[in-house]
């Protein structure tokens, strides 16, 4: 039973524009979120978390939106540029039970020049 | 500071097997938790150890197992290997406490082969 979905396998978008990711879960116990950003033949690389008392997180050009009633996040990416193109995850665990966390299956982004 | 180290980057191995795979975490770290990524899963929680004891087990068979040291190095184990074995293990480090979710590091995994 996958708790964490990502639903669009890729995405492409032009260079300099926005990038919106999307991740939705079906565990109401989540209340803690990361985003990563995957190569080939590399682990995964830590980008941005949030904490279920907020609803956005910034760092630099990645923002991060959850919507508690939704059970939605999204990782925004602005500007995007061609290094972003790489496979997101997003994750989610129940806090008050360690580091525990369950993935979605990732998203594609490819950056167009 | 260092990152998360893994060793062996790449292992082939037979059916039936046995294989132990080793993780380094950062400095600091207290918490380590084992993945399998495979094309059609996704990552997979295996186990999270902390502070030596089991703190949490993802949903495999008992033919994979860990262990962590004093030091917070962690090993796991795969016995009687299958085919389906055959993954991409990550290995994640965090900073960790008692109790509470933090962001976890990722090395850059043991490629394991099973023919």
């Known amino acids: 039973d996958q708790q964490v979905k990502q639903n669009s396998p890729s995405l492409s978008v032009q260079e300099g524009r926005i990038s919106i990711l999307n991740c939705d879960y079906t565990?109401?116990?989540?209340?803690?979120f990361l985003w990563y950003k995957k190569y080939p033949a590399e682990g995964p690389t830590f980008l941005i978390s949030?904490?279920?008392?907020?609803d956005k997180n910034e760092d630099g050009r990645f923002t991060v939106f959850l919507n508690k009633s939704a059970k939605h996040l999204s990782l925004h990416i602005v500007p995007s540029q061609p290094g972003d193109s790489a496979v997101y995850f997003c994750?989610?665990?129940?806090?008050?039970?360690?580091?525990?966390?369950?993935f979605g299956t990732g998203t594609s982004l490819t950056v167009i020049p | 500071k260092a990152g998360v180290t893994q060793t062996p980057r790449y292992l082939i191995k037979t059916r039936g097997q046995q294989v132990t795979l080793s993780c380094s975490p950062i400095?600091?770290?207290?918490?380590v938790s084992w993945y399998q990524q495979t094309p059609g899963q996704g990552l997979q929680f295996l186990f999270e150890?902390?502070?030596?004891?089991?703190?949490n087990k993802g949903n495999f068979p008992g033919r994979f197992s860990g262990r962590q040291f004093s030091n917070s190095r962690s090993e796991m184990n795969v016995s009687t290997l299958e085919l389906g074995d055959s993954a991409l293990y990550l290995c994640?480090?965090?900073?960790?406490?008692?109790?509470?979710?933090?962001?976890?590091?990722f090395g850059p995994g043991t490629r394991l082969t099973v023919t």
């Open positions: 994750a989610a665990s129940v806090s008050n039970t360690g580091n525990q966390f369950y």
């Open positions: 400095s600091g770290h207290r918490s």
């Open positions: 565990n109401s116990m989540f209340d803690y």
């Open positions: 994640a480090s965090s900073f960790g406490q008692t109790q509470g979710s933090y962001e976890q590091y």
């Open positions: 150890y902390f502070s030596e004891t089991q703190r």
């Open positions: 949030i904490s279920s008392i907020k």
